[in-house]
Structure formats: structure tokens, C-alpha cells
């Protein structure tokens, strides 16, 4: 399987499926071809794959990564001094380089873990169980997903601390006066998403940081949504930590790192305790291992990290800007596409959002529209995104949700809303 830098880069005209003007428009068709899922049949029909906001789909370069690691090195890492071990160790630590490099940050300030869920918990368990009290408050927005309310409510329930909500306006933004109003000498912590997993809404990360540095207040940041979609320079960012996942931005399941000042780190009691983690041993007591490893208790999930490190080249040979702009144009093809719809409501509709649309189409359940527009190929999600306070606030029980990815193609646009129309009709 080639690089996508190796073949994809064609000077020429733009087009739709080449990209726009510059100095190589870039072939997205071949981009696509290195997916081998996207080739396949659903009820006999082409697949239309536009679910990429729950996992991504992986190209052949990850596929192929994991396959070798088990066919030629497979080992445990750190713990033996044989080839394999060593072959094993140096692949996964290149894997966290490649992801600190990818985010701007230092290779000792990422642990490793399953995913942005272990890693918000570990903030919750190690950061802010050890430190909140009665009296304290916890800031959240009204759009997280449940891995960024259910730690927190935990935390709560445990301290005495309680939990504030950040309103949004009605078309799905953040409202960020009354975010810096809620910024209140109580609130310990807030926990915001870049993007929003419903709604696409992208938040203004970095002066919400500024804003709550200002004051004291520690920032966790959920990336989940944003890292597969567009730069992001943690760095930049300003926050105290940021988690995110590697299965929606084309790695393996059971993927993701938290990233967290080293300070923070330094000071944080371990999450979970085993091999790995430590220093030194004794019934007398334990010394633990410096950060970031004294996070990482128990065999990791090597395989799939190398598949994540060869997802973090493969991205960046692409470029995150082209894949921002790819999807954004793919975005605004859809909007165009979809006002041929009747009865159509579209959830979410801020400036500037990323490639996600939920909808519902009038006197049609959610789960209707999904389970007929699979039979025409078209894979979509239908439910309530593990996201039920913003639903409630939405004032529905289930949405549909196409997202979009760098992978999909003008033509599956013009695909899903042919189907989306034919189902319309089929329901009346």
C-alpha cells in the first residue's frame, strides 16, 4: 500500500475529487482506493459510509501495520531484553513520538490508554477526587458527550462538589458570555468538547482556556471529534489536559492518550496499579515509575498503537489542512443537497462547524430513516449519540447523524440524499 504522499499529489485542473487550487490539488479518488471497507456491498447495494464520527475507517497502511507487528514482532514491551521485546518497545514509543509530534507536545506529557473515556477518567480519579471539596464546582457544557458528564457527576457524588451546566444558543454555539459569567470563584474545573459529536458546533478552545487560566480554573479538553477533522496544536491550546481517541481518526479500537501538563502529572497519584507502572517494589511500599508510564499499568495495547503511530503518518502526509478543507467542501455540498428534502430539521447550524449533520425529517422516527437508508447502503447513525441532556434540551428523543470523512466523495453526497428522498416518499 502506497504513502498517500507517494501517489496522491496531482498537479492539474481542480475538480471534485481533486481537491482545489494550489500547488498539487490532491487525488482524493486514490486517497479513497487505499480503504478496502469503503469497496464493499451492503444489501447489494455500494456502501455510502457516512458514520465516521462514531469509528473511522482504516486505510491499508494501519491494516498492514498490524499485521506485521503480529507476523514478524510480536513481544511484550519494556519487559524483556530479546530482539522481539526490543523490536516491540521501539515501535510502540515511536508510535507516542509520532503523536506528540502530531499535537505539538512533549513524547513524557502523553499516556497512552484505551481511549478518551479511560482518559477523562483518569483525570476525574487521579486529578480531581484527591482535590475537590464541598463547595467546589464543576463547569461542563450543555453539549458533551456522556465520557465528559458521567466522570464528573462521579466525582460529585464522591466530594460534595457540584456541577454547573454552560448554556448554548439555539443554533448550537456555545454561548460564551454566558460561559465567562458561569466562570464563577467556586469552579475548580471545566470540561468542554472541541467539537461537538451532535452538532459539529467547533468551540473556541483556545480563548476559553485563556479565559479560564485567568482565573484559576483547570481545563480538560475532549478531542475526540476534532483531532480526524483539523490541525490541532495542543500547545497552542493552552489547556490543562486534552484526551482523545485513535479509532475516529483512522487508528484501531482501544487507542487514545491523554495529554497533560507535566506538572499535573508529577503531581496525580496513579489510576491503576500492576507491572509497567512501577520503579521499585516491596511489601513495605512502592515507588512508581516517572510520568507518563506510571499511568500505563499492564500490557498495552501494543498492535494497535503501531497501527495508530502509522494512522498519525498517514494523516499527516495528507495534510490536516487539506483534510479540513476536503470535508468542509464535502460539508457544503450536502447543505446544498439537503434542501431538496422536505420536512428536513437540521440540528445544528453554527458558523463554521465541522462535517457533521444531525437531522430529522418530519413524521419519520430516527431509527426508521436509518434502518431504510440502510437498505439502500447508506450507513448513518440514528439514536441519541451518547448525549442525552443535549437531546433533552433539543427537545427530541433520537436524531440522525451523517459525518462526514476526507475518504467519502461528492457522488455518496448526491447518493445518501437520492436515498434519504426515496425513504422520505416511502414513510409519506
Known amino acids: 500500500m502506497n504513502a498517500p504522499g507517494a501517489t496522491h499529489a496531482k498537479p492539474g485542473p ?7 487550487e494550489g500547488v498539487a490539488a490532491i487525488d482524493w479518488a486514490s486517497i479513497r482506493a487505499d480503504f478496502p471497507l469503503l469497496d464493499r456491498e451492503v444489501h447489494g447495494k ?3 459510509y457516512l458514520d465516521s464520527a462514531n469509528t473511522g475507517q482504516k486505510p491499508g497502511v494501519v491494516i498492514e501495520a498490524v499485521d506485521d507487528f503480529y507476523r514478524r514482532h510480536n513481544a511484550n514491551v519494556s519487559r524483556a531484553v530479546h530482539q522481539l521485546g526490543s523490536e516491540a518497545t521501539d515501535a510502540y514509543e515511536a508510535s507516542r513520538r509520532k503523536l506528540a509530534a502530531f499535537l505539538n507536545v512533549r513524547a513524557d506529557e502523553l499516556v497512552l490508554c484505551s481511549g478518551t473515556t479511560f482518559a477523562i477518567n483518569l483525570v476525574a480519579y487521579s486529578w480531581a477526587l484527591p482535590r ?14 456522556h465520557a465528559n458528564i458521567v466522570p464528573w457527576q462521579l466525582v460529585a457524588e464522591r466530594t460534595g462538589a457540584r456541577i454547573k451546566i454552560a448554556e448554548i444558543t439555539p443554533d448550537g454555539a456555545l454561548d ?24 459539529g458546533t467547533v468551540n473556541p478552545v483556545r480563548d476559553i482556556c485563556r479565559q479560564a487560566r485567568k482565573r484559576g480554573i483547570v481545563t480538560v479538553i475532549d478531542g475526540s471529534q476534532a483531532l480526524p477533522h483539523r490541525p490541532v496544536d495542543i500547545a497552542a491550546i493552552g ?28 503531581a496525580m497519584p496513579p489510576f491503576i496499579g500492576g507491572g509497567e507502572m ?24 501494543i498492535a494497535g498503537f503501531i497501527g495508530l503511530g502509522a494512522a498519525v503518518d498517514y494523516l499527516s502526509t495528507i495534510g490536516m489542512d487539506n483534510i479540513e478543507a476536503r470535508e468542509q467542501a464535502l460539508l457544503a455540498h450536502l447543505a446544498e443537497e439537503l434542501r431538496q428534502v422536505d420536512g428536513l430539521r437540521v440540528f445544528g447550524t453554527a458558523p463554521g462547524k465541522a462535517a457533521v449533520v444531525s437531522f430529522l425529517v418530519e413524521g419519520a422516527h430516527a431509527h426508521d430513516l436509518a434502518t431504510l437508508l440502510d437498505l439502500e447502503g ?20 433520537a436524531t440522525c447523524r451523517a459525518s462526514l470523512a476526507f475518504y467519502n466523495t461528492h457522488a455518496e453526497v448526491e447518493r445518501f440524499v437520492a436515498a434519504l428522498c426515496k425513504v422520505r416518499k416511502l414513510l409519506g
Open 278 to 301: 512501577i520503579s521499585e517494589v516491596s511489601f513495605d511500599g512502592t515507588v512508581y515509575a516517572a510520568p507518563p508510564h506510571k499511568f500505563e499499568a499492564g500490557t498495552p495495547n
Open 132 to 145: 475537590l471539596k464541598a463547595g467546589d464546582t464543576i463547569l461542563v457544557s450543555r453539549m458533551e458527550h
Open 46 to 48: 455500494p456502501l455510502v
Open 239 to 266: 489547556c490543562d489536559f486534552y484526551a482523545f481517541t485513535g479509532h475516529k481518526m483512522c487508528g484501531p479500537t482501544g487507542t487514545g492518550a491523554l495529554w497533560a501538563r507535566r506538572e499535573h502529572l508529577a
Open 14 to 20: 481542480a475538480t471534485p475529487e481533486t481537491g482545489g
Open 176 to 199: 460564551l458570555d454566558a460561559l465567562h459569567a458561569a466562570m464563577t470563584p467556586d469552579v475548580r474545573l471545566l470540561a468542554v468538547t472541541h467539537v461537538s459529536n451532535v452538532l
Open 378 to 397: 447508506v450507513a448513518i447513525r440514528s439514536g441519541q449519540h451518547c448525549a442525552h441532556p443535549l437531546l433533552q434540551w433539543l427537545g427530541v428523543a
